[in-house]
Each structure stands twice: as C-alpha cells, then as structure tokens.
C-alpha cells in the first residue's frame, strides 16, 4: 500500500525522536517510563508526492535539549525537504513528597514515593531513586505531589550547639573517644568548634554523625 508523504515523514519522524528518548533512558537510568510525541509537519506536506523509498531524516537541533524538544530536517531525494519540530511528554517515576514534608525535617522511607511525572518541561535534576532522599532534609516545605529536586535538599543538622558530643580521635591506625560540647550547629561533613569536656580545650572537629564528631587532635 502507497503511504502519503505525510505519514512517511511522521512514521521516519516518530522513530528518530524515539531513539533520541531511548539514549536519554539508558544514560540517565530511566525505569518504567513512557512517552508520546507532539509532531508538528509544515503544511506544504499536503502537496508533496509520495517518496519513492524511506526519506532521509536528521536531528538538525542539540541533542542535550532532546528532552524538551527536537527539530529534524526530513528530506526526499531530488524531490523535497522539509523542518518538523518534535515535543516530547516523557513520564518517568520521580521522587515526591507524600504529604507536606516540614522545612529541615530529616526525611524517612515513609515520607517519599514515585509517582509518574512528565520531566520534559523540568529544568532540574529530579530525583529518581528514594535513597537519594532518605536522611536528607529540604531547605523549605515540601508539597506533596510535587517533584523533589537535587538542590532542594541538605544534609540535616546533625549536632546541635552546647549538645554533647563524642569526639572521636583517629589518627595513624589509632582511635579514643572522649566526651564533648558541640559549640555550633554542624551538617555532616561540616567542620564545627566543640570543647573537651575533660580538658576544657576548643578544638575544630568534623561532623561524621548524629552526635559524632571525628578529629585528629587528641587534645
């Protein structure tokens, strides 16, 4: 059967584009999502002739910007060519909120879930995975139903200042803990002032975890 200039250029279009979405999944490590596509042919299709073997098709726009859209010059050998715009609605399972969520509230398995959203008109890294979010805390509330994104998040307040702490010293293979005061408020990694209960010494120490910090001073 002779198909139409039309449905040869939104057949050659439509697998093109969906090649272009497929590389995205497998980089960016998609599960269960789906997608269509909005194609947008120029009307002068509708006086073309039928080519005679599969027209050539080429993404003529950034494949970085495929997500959003994607422009492709479509083209029949020594008879026509023409530009057709693509957009694409791609759902994929995204981490959210399942009710409000407290600004610096430490997040736990059973405050997130994945829901479909389409990430297509989404300029920021969503994330994809609960553990990515598990033992973080937001910089502001979070809604519900809404995706959770990279930058929204920190690590929580892990020691509180004039909170005791255990200072653990390690150094050369070695190790001693000793008991302490936190003198400010640290995040993980954070370095943070604390002093020695035992000597009275302030010293800077690293937050490694709740209550715990770790230097290589013994003092």
């Not at 050998?77 to 610096?104: E, F, G, H, T």
Request: proline share 7%; net charge positive.
């Amino acid at each position: 059967m002779q198909h139409s200039a039309r449905e040869q250029v939104n057949a050659q279009v439509l697998n093109a584009a969906s090649q272009q979405i497929e590389s995205l999944a497998q980089q960016r490590q998609w599960h269960d999502y789906r997608y269509t596509f909005k194609v947008y042919i120029p009307s002068q299709i509708a006086t073309a002739t039928p080519c005679a073997t599969a027209p050539g098709v080429t993404l003529t726009s950034p494949a970085e910007i495929a997500l959003n859209r994607m422009n492709f010059t479509v083209s029949c050998p020594q008879s026509w060519q023409m530009n057709v715009a693509v957009r694409p609605d791609v759902l994929v399972p995204v981490v959210m909120a399942k009710s409000l969520v407290a600004r610096d509230t430490p997040l736990t398995a059973n405050d997130v879930e994945l829901k479909p959203y389409n990430v297509s008109a989404q300029h920021r890294e969503v994330l994809m995975e609960p553990n990515d979010a598990i033992g973080f805390s937001s910089k502001h509330a979070l809604q519900p139903g809404r995706p959770i994104t990279k930058e929204e998040l920190i690590s929580p307040v892990l020691v509180e200042r004039d909170q005791p702490v255990m200072i653990v010293y390690q150094s050369a293979g070695l190790s001693a803990s000793m008991p302490g005061v936190a003198l400010k408020n640290g995040r993980k990694g954070e370095m943070v002032k604390v002093r020695n209960a035992s000597s009275q010494r302030v010293i800077s120490a690293r937050v490694a975890e709740s209550g715990v910090v770790t230097t290589v001073s013994a003092e």
